[in-house]
């Protein structure tokens, strides 16, 4: 397997680049957010990969954070998608917004992807809840978290999806859960 590859930036064509490592030019597939960070084409590159081997084809994905690459294998082990879909995934929604869309179960907010329709979006939540912060380690905010509890105590106290939801999205990343859950209210009180 290839994991990682750094060389010369040869050619840009988006979703698609080519890397010269020592005379051998690799086309890698690249996600929006990461092709947006490349450098100039001739620029030193380097690209943490993930190789897919099937039948008719080798094929290797490029990604220039850990945390895009961890993703992008979570993703692809949901079924119903694939590298091409978890590519668009990941360049419709930076890895913070997939885990806050996960945790806080908003299918509506993966929906917006192209090739995410509502039973893909509702699976994705479905398979990824739990283990797609797990997989980007620790380093994944603790608000989210925190919101998505925050979140389940106000469905909790009788108030909708669509009523707590707006209370949430105003809340400071260092609160408590009990902090966060009483701004919360003073937010619905208003």
């Not at 994991?3 to 005379?23: E, F, N, W, Y």
Request: no cysteine.
């Amino acid at each position: 397997m290839i994991g990682r590859i750094s060389g010369t930036l040869l050619a840009k064509q988006p979703p698609q680049v080519v890397v010269d490592v020592h005379g051998v030019g690799y086309e890698v597939d690249v996600p929006m957010s990461s092709f947006y960070e490349l450098p100039e084409v001739g620029k030193a590159v380097t690209l943490l990969t993930h190789m897919v081997v099937r039948e008719d084809a080798q094929l290797l994905y490029g990604f220039i954070t850990l945390g895009e690459r961890n993703a992008f294998k979570e993703l692809i082990k949901v079924s119903g998608v694939g590298p091409r879909i978890a590519l668009a995934v990941l360049s419709g929604l930076s890895v913070d917004q997939l885990v806050q869309a996960v945790a806080m179960q908003e299918a509506g907010l993966l929906t917006r992807v192209p090739g995410i329709g509502k039973k893909t979006a509702e699976r994705l939540i479905l398979e990824l809840k739990g283990r797609l912060t797990q997989a980007l380690g620790s380093g994944q905010p603790a608000a989210v978290t925190s919101n998505a509890d925050i979140l389940n105590a106000l469905l909790a106290l009788g108030y909708s999806e669509r009523e707590a939801l707006p209370a949430i999205k105003g809340l400071g990343a260092d609160l408590s859960v009990s902090e966060g859950i009483r701004q919360a209210l003073k937010q619905l009180a208003k």
